[in-house]
């Protein structure tokens, strides 16, 4: 870390703050003020910008956040890079037990590949590379503990699957063709949604995420997902019509697959971007969550429109 905080006296005004910085040598590297009460402890922090924009007569009290992220003094560089990826701070005070600011860890600390970062297209950039250098250092047993929950979606999934397929082993039974289909239905919808998770995290690359990009790209991936469904549905309806002779099931393929695949492309871009909003990490946990939604909707649009055309052609 940096020991070179610069920190700012709770009970000063702006216009005081910046006197005394001026009169005092400052250190290296100033991303934020750290503001610290009579006996060091941090109570706060200024953001660069809004001080120099500020008030003279304005209370530096007035303009800190109180939340405020720190690091303990035993957090190891694994721990800080976690930090800074969940956080997506330039630097965070590290602080020792009772609150006092000891000194700054900036986001070089965990990559030298950030150092300079007007060098970067944006900070998006330098987020993602602390997040590839946090996901290579961690160890097997905290690299199990981030993926396994997720996987246990899969897991779910498959076994809501299957749930489903046995409440409609009645359908099966009576109609044993509906069975072939089934992997071709789950394969189409799987893949177009797999599709949009990798589409959509590429977006976020360099991409401040929020509600009006969230909602500009289902719009956009809704009309494009339209097009995949029923370009795939009529195709393997197509198949199904020549192959067993069966206009129904034909229609109930066809159909399940276009709704399917317009579902599976649709999760691909919310999940993402909800947990994105949560502060997960979307590269782990978006794909199981999307296949585990994607095989559930799929089957049940499946069963439930062919069981619907059969009862009203019988």
């Known amino acids: 870390m940096w020991r070179e905080a610069?920190?700012?006296?709770?009970?000063?005004?702006?216009?005081?703050?910046?006197?005394?910085?001026?009169?005092?040598?400052?250190?290296?590297?100033?991303?934020?003020?750290?503001?610290?009460?009579?006996?060091?402890?941090?109570?706060?922090v200024v953001p660069t910008r809004r001080l120099l924009t500020a008030d003279p007569q304005t209370a530096i009290a007035s303009l800190m956040v109180r939340d405020v992220v720190t690091l303990p003094e035993s957090a190891s560089v694994d721990d800080a890079a976690a930090m800074f990826l969940r956080h997506r701070l330039l630097a965070l005070p590290v602080v020792d037990g009772s609150g006092r600011v000891l000194g700054v860890a900036d986001v070089s600390m965990v990559t030298g590949e950030v150092a300079d970062m007007a060098a970067?297209?944006?900070?998006?950039?330098?987020?993602?590379?602390?997040?590839?250098?946090?996901?290579q250092s961690a160890g097997p047993?905290?690299?199990?503990?981030?993926?396994?929950?997720?996987?246990?979606?899969?897991?779910?999934?498959?076994?809501?699957?299957?749930?489903?397929?046995?409440?409609?082993?009645?359908?099966l039974n009576a109609v044993i063709s509906l069975a072939l289909f089934i992997p071709v239905v789950l394969a189409v919808s799987e893949s177009v949604g797999m599709q949009s998770v990798t589409l959509t995290l590429q977006s976020f690359h360099g991409s401040r995420v929020?509600?009006?990009?969230?909602?500009?790209?289902?719009?956009?991936?809704?009309?494009?997902?339209?097009?995949?469904?029923?370009?795939c549905g009529c195709c393997i309806g197509s198949v199904v019509w020549l192959w067993k002779g069966a206009p129904v099931m034909a229609a109930a393929v066809a159909v399940a697959v276009a709704m399917a695949m317009v579902t599976a492309a649709l999760l691909g871009v919310a999940l993402p971007g909800a947990l994105r909003a949560l502060r997960h990490d979307p590269r782990?946990?978006?794909?199981?969550?999307?296949?585990?939604?994607?095989?559930?909707?799929?089957?049940?649009?499946?069963?439930?429109?062919?069981?619907?055309?059969?009862?009203?052609?019988?």
């Open 6 to 44: 610069t920190c700012l006296p709770v009970g000063r005004t702006v216009g005081e703050a910046l006197t005394r910085l001026r009169s005092e040598p400052l250190g290296q590297r100033i991303v934020y003020f750290y503001v610290v009460d009579e006996e060091g402890r941090m109570v706060g």
């Open 120 to 135: 970067r297209q944006s900070a998006e950039d330098m987020f993602q590379l602390v997040g590839a250098h946090a996901t």
């Open 141 to 171: 047993w905290r690299s199990f503990r981030d993926r396994f929950p997720w996987l246990l979606c899969n897991v779910g999934g498959g076994l809501v699957a299957a749930l489903i397929a046995g409440h409609y082993e009645g359908l």
């Open 210 to 231: 929020g509600w009006g990009f969230l909602a500009s790209a289902l719009r956009r991936e809704l009309a494009t997902a339209a097009m995949l469904g029923a370009g």
């Open 284 to 314: 782990i946990a978006a794909g199981p969550i999307v296949l585990a939604l994607t095989d559930f909707a799929a089957l049940m649009f499946y069963f439930s429109i062919a069981s619907w055309l059969l009862e009203r052609v019988s």
